[in-house]
């Protein structure tokens, strides 16, 4: 076994550390508070190569890692939950369109989104399809060359920002879950239009939007995978999402620890720095434990995506202990700052409300457990 980062590994680490440090950092509580989407930044991440890292050169990607992928993710969350969240949802749509898709969509999609031009979106939640995905009403009906369209999607990440949406419909109602199928659909399709923007709790700065398909056509070419495959390809996709939303969780912790530990060299109570506190330093010593556990789960997970073994249970193990661990950490880190913590003129109250929906989407931890349970009693 070997726990040490690969050269290629460390270098992608400084190299997002810099960026976050040069490009990410500095607007992270302004695009937070206006709620703005972060364009420019998600462009200079693929002008960068960033979120071209773990995909096949030919397709425009740079032929490197899933780990460093994740130590992508890791790294902007420490700044920014709602970068971070962005780029993790980005990586879905590409993910899937490699794993499932024909040359010709590889060839057309792959590497306008490996390069940051385009942005990318999955869809699978509808008002009545949460937790209970296979629920999924909206419906594709073949006619000739051309899918139909109809029904909703609700709280897509980068929806309306987008330019390429992974969705799922079915083809099939009667059959079940084996009955979904997956198509891409392009942003300015007649009939598919963006409905209802999200206003949140936190990841303010990510757009979370509704879908709207009404009538909308979309060529056959345009199905991705087989139909009745499209349940498989989401949960395949959402298996190597959670990693990434596990990483998210990792750097909204370990960035709240950090500040927290800063934050106690320098004020003072009682006659001396808040971190000669033993009733601190034990709520640091838990902080850190958890976060030591959620890292090398999620490095694990990874691990077994990168070198091509089943890791369903160790991706939602990952995403269940990486989320609450990010709210664990978060939430003492508010305590710890007092009542400055709860100031906006401090990142902590935004890390705790970004670190709040680590543990709701891609799955929520009762359906991690469920997942978790399904498989280690088989
Ligand atoms: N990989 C491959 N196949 C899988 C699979 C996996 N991880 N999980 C299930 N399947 C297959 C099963 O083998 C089964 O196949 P067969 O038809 O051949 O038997 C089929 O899928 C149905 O499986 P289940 O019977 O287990 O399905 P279920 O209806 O009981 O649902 C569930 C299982 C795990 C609860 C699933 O519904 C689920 O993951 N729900 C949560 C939904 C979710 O995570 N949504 C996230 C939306 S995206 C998002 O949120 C993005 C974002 O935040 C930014
Ligand atoms: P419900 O399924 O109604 O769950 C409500 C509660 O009941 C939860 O605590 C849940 O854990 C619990 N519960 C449900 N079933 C069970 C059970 N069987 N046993 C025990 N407890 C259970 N979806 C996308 O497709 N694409 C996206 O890009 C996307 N982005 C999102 C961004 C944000 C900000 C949010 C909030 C959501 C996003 N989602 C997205 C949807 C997200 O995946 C769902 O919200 C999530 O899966 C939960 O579904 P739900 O909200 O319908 O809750």
Same mark, same amino acid.
């Given at each position: 076994?070997?726990?040490?980062?690969?050269?290629?590994?460390?270098?992608?680490? *400084?190299?997002? +550390?810099?960026?976050?440090?040069?490009?990410?950092?500095?607007?992270?509580? +302004?695009?937070?508070?206006?709620?703005?989407?972060?364009?420019?930044?998600i462009?200079? /991440?693929g002008?960068?190569?960033?979120l071209a890292?773990?995909f096949?050169?030919?397709y425009g990607g740079?032929?490197?890692?899933?780990? #460093?992928?994740?130590?992508?993710?890791?790294?902007?969350?420490?700044?920014?939950?709602?970068?971070?969240?962005?780029?993790?949802?980005h990586y879905l749509p590409i993910n899937l369109i490699l794993?499932?898709?024909?040359?010709?969509?590889k060839?057309k999609y792959v590497a306008k989104l490996t390069s940051g031009e385009h942005i990318g979106a999955?869809?699978?939640?509808?008002?009545?399809?949460?937790?209970?995905?296979?629920?999924?009403?909206?419906?594709?009906? /073949?006619?000739?060359?051309?899918?139909?369209?109809?029904?909703?999607?609700?709280?897509?990440?980068?929806?309306?920002?987008a330019d390429t949406?992974v969705?799922?419909?079915?083809?099939? %109602?009667?059959?079940?879950?084996?009955?979904? #199928?997956?198509?891409i659909?392009? $942003?300015?399709?007649?009939?598919? #239009?963006?409905?209802?923007?999200?206003?949140?709790?936190?990841?303010?700065?990510?757009?979370?939007?509704?879908?709207?398909?009404?009538?909308?056509?979309?060529?056959?070419?345009?199905?991705?995978?087989?139909?009745? *495959?499209?349940? $498989?390809?989401?949960?395949?996709?959402?298996?190597?999402?959670?990693?990434?939303?596990?990483?998210?969780?990792?750097? /909204?912790?370990?960035?709240?620890?950090?500040?927290?530990?800063?934050?106690?060299?320098?004020?003072? *109570?009682?006659?001396?720095?808040?971190?000669?506190?033993?009733?601190? @330093?034990?709520?640091?010593?838990?902080?850190?434990?958890?976060?030591?556990?959620?890292?090398?789960?999620?490095?694990?997970?990874?691990?077994?995506? *990168?070198?091509?073994?089943?890791?369903? %249970?160790?991706?939602?193990?990952? $995403? /269940?202990?990486?989320?609450?661990?990010?709210?664990?950490?978060?939430?003492?880190?508010?305590?710890?700052?007092?009542?400055?913590?709860?100031?906006?003129?401090?990142?902590? +109250?935004?890390?705790?409300?970004?670190?709040?929906?680590?543990?709701?989407? +891609?799955?929520?931890?009762?359906?991690?457990?469920?997942?978790?349970?399904? @498989?280690?009693?088989?």
């Open positions: 076994m070997n726990f040490d980062f690969t050269n290629e590994q460390n270098m992608v680490k *400084q190299s997002i +550390e810099e960026f976050v440090q040069n490009e990410i950092e500095p607007i992270a509580e +302004e695009i937070d508070r206006e709620h703005r989407f972060p364009r420019e930044t462009k200079k /991440l002008k960068n190569g960033f890292i773990p096949p050169v030919e740079a032929g490197g890692d899933t780990i #460093s992928k994740n130590i992508v993710i890791e790294e902007i969350a420490k700044k920014c939950g709602a970068t971070a969240a962005i780029v993790s949802v794993k499932f898709g024909t040359k010709e969509q060839e999955f869809a699978l939640t509808e008002p009545n399809a949460g937790s209970d995905a296979s629920n999924v009403q909206t419906t594709a009906v /073949l006619d000739g060359d051309e899918y139909i369209l109809n029904g909703s999607k609700c709280f897509i990440t980068n929806g309306g920002e949406y969705i799922l419909a079915m083809t099939d %109602k009667s059959a079940g879950t084996r009955g979904m #199928s997956a198509f659909v392009e $942003k300015d399709t007649p009939g598919f #239009s963006i409905g209802k923007i999200e206003d949140k709790m936190g990841i303010c700065a990510s757009s979370t939007a509704e879908l709207i398909f009404e009538n909308c056509r979309i060529p056959k070419e345009n199905l991705l995978g087989k139909e009745g *495959q499209g349940f $498989k390809l989401a949960m395949v996709g959402l298996d190597s999402g959670r990693i990434g939303m596990a990483s998210q969780a990792l750097g /909204l912790a370990e960035g709240a620890l950090e500040e927290t530990i800063k934050y106690l060299k320098e004020r003072e *109570q009682f006659g001396k720095p808040l971190i000669k506190f033993q009733g601190l @330093q034990w709520y640091l010593a838990d902080m850190h434990s958890r976060i030591e556990a959620s890292r090398w789960l999620i490095y694990h997970a990874s691990y077994l995506e *990168q070198t091509g073994k089943p890791f369903t %249970k160790e991706a939602a193990t990952a $995403k /269940l202990i990486g989320s609450e661990t990010a709210m664990y950490v978060t939430h003492k880190a508010v305590q710890m700052h007092g009542g400055y913590g709860f100031m906006k003129d401090y990142p902590l +109250e935004r890390m705790m409300r970004d670190a709040k929906i680590t543990e709701i989407y +891609e799955g929520t931890s009762e359906i991690m457990k469920i997942v978790i349970a399904s @498989q280690i009693t088989r």
